[in-house]
């Protein structure tokens, strides 16, 4: 398989996941001059749309980068792209778990969403992971004047790693306290998008 192909395939899953994120929302019906309270009691539903939002994009934007690197594909990697790509399709639904339960005002609801999207969230930087490993032994499938893998992936793959320990640690603290655990999510999702502004000053020099 040429790795354009892989890559539009790619490309259309992630753009596919972004646009039905938006169509969670769902104007409910609500009493006449009470739009706006209505509106504002979607606001976990919100909260939870911005940051997966913001977590898919941030893993787009390490794919195409990726994979733009790379010269020609092997079953392995078809595989392995596969297996990753799952994970990320699964991200809608642990939205809205999310959201629901942010809405419910459970504890033990927001327990279980907030680790399922940890969980999640640490098996797609393992993806990732694998990825690159898999890269740094197969130096063949890669660009002549790739950077990325054959000069700096020791220093690339230990953001999946550190990002891994978070989500790990968040899963954990949810079980201590449900905002703790929160709060080590979102700083997850911002460790992403900062080891994503390293990864691409890494590919440009």
Request: proline share 2%; glycine share 4%.
């Amino acid at each position: 398989m040429k790795t354009e192909r892989l890559q539009a395939f790619s490309d259309g899953i992630f753009a596919i996941l972004i646009t039905i994120l938006v169509l969670e929302f769902k104007l409910p019906n609500y009493p006449k001059d009470h739009l706006q309270q209505t509106v504002m009691q979607q606001g976990p539903l919100f909260f939870s749309y911005c940051l997966t939002y913001v977590y898919i994009g941030i893993l787009w934007l390490f794919h195409h980068d990726l994979f733009s690197q790379i010269k020609h594909t092997s079953v392995a990697l078809n595989i392995m792209n596969l297996v990753g790509l799952f994970g990320v399709t699964l991200m809608n639904y642990v939205m809205t778990l999310m959201a629901a339960s942010i809405q419910s005002g459970s504890t033990a609801d927001m327990r279980f969403a907030f680790a399922s999207y940890d969980l999640l969230a640490l098996l797609i930087s393992a993806s990732y992971l694998w990825f690159y490993t898999y890269l740094w032994h197969h130096h063949e499938l890669m660009k002549a004047d790739c950077t990325l893998i054959k000069h700096k992936l020791q220093t690339i793959a230990k953001y999946p790693t550190i990002s891994m320990c978070l989500y790990a640690l968040a899963f954990i603290l949810n079980f201590v306290n449900v905002y703790l655990g929160l709060v080590l999510l979102v700083a997850g999702i911002i460790f992403h998008g900062f080891s994503y502004w390293k990864t691409a000053r890494v590919q440009t020099h």
